[in-house]
């Protein structure tokens, strides 16, 4: 009889534990359970100094951030969500300066975003975000540019994916 009892229990347990179970995300998104599509348009670049990369690298960054993040598929118009965009500031100034020269530079990136929710209109927002990247005044930014761009806009990318579907 005892034997029998532990295998109720345990018959009984098994389904119970497994109905139980707990999903955790190190992403931590907020997004609508109908939500299915999202639509990101190419950043318009209107920086006065323009970088020829720039909008195709942050696009492309956001655009693989939201299909690697989230179960969000990418369409061309019309998504559940909206996310646009402009570059509005590209810049380089001196940050540092040494006996009678610049010694470090700062490679500055502006954006603006406008994103909509249409299952949730008080998550819509408007919003600029603005990071940089120093270096040595004894390189070029030509030849620091490209690694440079990339890693602002990776931190952009995550700042506009937190401030958009993030749940922090």
């Given amino acids: 009889m005892n034997n029998r009892y532990k295998l109720v229990v345990l018959g009984l347990l098994i389904p119970f534990l497994w ?23 190419q950043f318009q670049n ?16 956001l655009r693989d951030k939201f299909r690697s993040s ?6 061309d118009s019309r998504g559940d969500l909206f996310l646009e965009g402009e570059i509005t500031g590209y810049s380089v100034s001196s ?4 006996a009678d020269r610049a010694t470090m530079n700062r490679l500055t990136i502006t954006v603006r975003i406008n994103f909509e929710n249409k299952f ?3 998550k819509n927002k408007n919003q600029t ?3 940089y990247l120093d270096f040595d005044a004894t390189q070029t930014l030509q030849q620091v ?11 952009l990318v995550d700042e506009i994916f937190t401030a958009t579907v993030g749940d922090w």
């Fill in 145 to 155: 540019q490209d690694n440079l761009v990339n890693q602002i806009c990776t931190v």
């Fill in 70 to 75: 989230t179960k969000l598929s990418l369409v």
């Fill in 95 to 98: 940050v540092a300066v040494g």
């Fill in 120 to 122: 949730d209109e008080k």
């Fill in 19 to 41: 109905s139980c179970r707990m999903s955790y995300s190190f992403v931590g998104v907020d997004i609508h359970p109908d939500a299915q599509t999202i639509t990101i348009k």
């Fill in 129 to 131: 975000f603005s990071r």
């Fill in 46 to 61: 209107n920086a006065p100094l323009v970088n020829l990369q720039l909008s195709n690298e942050l696009t492309t960054q």
